[in-house]
């Protein structure tokens, strides 16, 4: 049976007439088992891209990727298969009407192992489609609680503006979808919101020859997952409000728009299927001052599955007036707000460097190279070295490189949000 631990990182004393509490809440999980334990249902829906744009060799690699992921299936699991180009298409199972979705097993995986080497390219590109014919195949089969996507694509969308919006708002909360773009030709900015809405992952594949396993291994995590979903929760007392709630790692996810109303001092916010895993949540409450020596229970942080909390950690307010109580940033909190900082100065840079405002996209891109190194961020760094040429990482100053291979440009935006933990000890 999965369990859950929760600690409080902070620094807890305020200054007379401080306000605002930080505190980075790491939630842990361990025996989660695999997908489908627990009495929960688990489906799998594979998309692929079949647009015109894929060409033959990614094509054949994207048949193979998918036939790889199908491998990892675990038997008894619900799943599918899409081909998605200007429309989507049920590939597997072969039905017209009734349930969509059929369990995985060697007869099953056969079938459509073969169905998939069957698929063609041609036609354009509509995601929409793709997303809301996954919603509908999870819907024909409603036992299944635990639904999870992958979504393959090579390159833009051509449906008209908002129309991809609203099909993420009508999947958001219902499945979780992990999307991986193959070559260069597809735009970060259009498949990111996907991913983020739908609490899964996003990055690129730049050889068709990569792409096999790292089907593989999104099969694999996912297959992983004992726990269908988990709810963070944040109890907040009265007069206070809560400024932001963010997950901070693996990944920085804002979750603060995703907020529910439990009751009127509580609010619930997604965090999807979990492994065994550990994510930090950096929380930020706003009290009303209270008089030096005063002390108040500043928030309640719950881990919650299935209506049950799992696990909570408690963060403290104590008001004082000696100054090296106050002045002191807890190493965790200052950590994460540094890498938060390090997502939001790359995607800006890139943006900016995008329509040609180089000296916006050179600050932006040296005050990441050094919030990178501050934090530690290897992975961070290498991708910037390869877009910026760094004089001083210290002092974040950088040239703009005249010829950057534009797929490490987008290997830096995908991976903007990935954050590195601090050590424990």
Known sequence: MAEFTAQVFQNEFLPDGGTDVNAIVSVTCTNAGTAGTAGIVAGEVIIIDTSGSMGDRPMEAAKQAAQAAIAEIVDGTYFAVISGNGAAFLVYPAVTSGPALVRMDARTRQEATQAVGMLRSGGGTAISTWLDLCGTIFASVPQVQQRHAILLTDGENGERPGVLQRAVERATGYFQCDCRGIGVDWKVAEIRPIAQAL???IDIVPAPDQLRAEFQAIMRSSMARGVAD????????QGARVVFVKQVSPTVEDLTTRRSTVNDLTGSYPTGAWSDESRDYHVSVRLPAKAVGQEQLAARVQIVVGGQVAAQGLVKAKWSDD???TTRIDGQVAHYTGQAELAAAIQEGLAAKAVGDE?????????AVQLAVETGNDEATAKLRKVVEVEDADT???RLRKA???ADEMALDTSSTKTTRVRRS
């Open 404 to 406: 950057v291979d534009k």
């Open 396 to 398: 974040g100053t950088v």
């Open 199 to 201: 609490l899964g992952t």
């Open 230 to 237: 988990a709810e963070l929760r944040v109890w907040a007392p």
């Open 359 to 367: 000296e916006t996209a050179t600050t932006k891109l040296g005050r």
């Open 323 to 325: 100054s090296a109580l």
